[in-house]
T-cell receptor
Framework: EAGVAQSPRYKIIEKRQSVAFWCNPI?????LYWYQQILGQGPKLLIQ????????DSQLPKDRFSAERLKGVDSTLKIQPAKLEDSAVYLC??????????????FGPGTRLLVL | GQSLEQPSEVTAVEGAIVQINCTYQ??????LSWYQQHDGGAPTFLSY????GLEETGRFSSFLSRSDSYGYLLLQELQMKDSASYFC??????????FGSGTQLTVLP
């Protein structure tokens, strides 16, 4: 089966500009996650969707970040306006719902964002 | 919330055994997962412990002690390709994961 797809793979922007990332999860996976991974750190959950509803967005900086998953399949994450500290890899992951709490998350290749 | 601690770096030689420890402080803990991430790559799932004890998957094993809020990943018969970052991650009630800061494993020839 195809894995999690993300685009673009790399993006360089200047501070105060806006940027959007796209993610297409594994077919049939109801749960989609966006993570921010700063160099040398572990992934930090920004937002979790189940189908097209938000489960957890407690760590999403809502003054500048937004995300949507309108049809319960692919998703976009937007930053507007970007700050220097937003330079990171943005990872998308998906998982199925099997009734168990052990649900492997499958990660996409990520988008590397550099804010100048 | 949840916080996890793991060593930042571990070095071992090919063929050796290495253990990467992880301690956690949590509210609402449902299990401990381990992920591997090569430089420039995506995290990939290695192992999961919901209950106390040892889980074995090939050369990799993972252990959990809920009473001690402690777990570890054991890598046996180390190979050069095992050089990567390893993350422990605590699972929450909504199936979300909180990741540790990662352990960079370097395998020397």
């Amino acid at each position: 089966e195809a894995g999690v797809a993300q685009s673009p793979r790399y993006k360089i922007i200047e501070k105060r500009q806006s940027v959007a990332f796209w993610c297409n999860p594994i077919s049939g996976h109801a749960t989609l996650y966006w993570y921010q991974q700063i160099l040398g750190q572990g992934p930090k959950l920004l937002i979790q969707f189940q189908n097209n509803g938000v489960v957890d967005d407690s760590q999403l900086p809502k003054d500048r970040f937004s995300a949507e998953r309108l049809k319960g399949v692919d998703s976009t994450l937007k930053i507007q306006p970007a700050k220097l500290e937003d330079s990171a890899v943005y990872l998308c992951a998906s998982s199925s719902i099997s009734g168990s709490f052990q649900e492997t998350q499958y990660f996409g290749p990520g988008t590397r964002l550099l804010v100048l | 919330g949840q916080s996890l601690e793991q060593p930042s770096e571990v070095t071992a030689v090919e063929g050796a055994i290495v253990q990467i420890n992880c301690t956690y402080q949590t509210s609402g803990f449902y299990g401990l997962s381990w992920y591997q991430q090569h430089d420039g790559g995506a995290p990939t799932f290695l192992s999961y412990n919901a209950l106390d004890g040892l889980e074995e998957t090939g050369r990799f094993s993972s252990f959990l002690s809920r009473s001690d809020s402690y777990g570890y990943l054991l890598l046996q018969e180390l190979q050069m390709k095992d050089s990567a970052s390893y993350f422990c991650a605590a699972g929450g009630s909504a199936r979300q994961l909180t990741f540790g800061s990662g352990t960079q494993l370097t395998v020397l020839p």
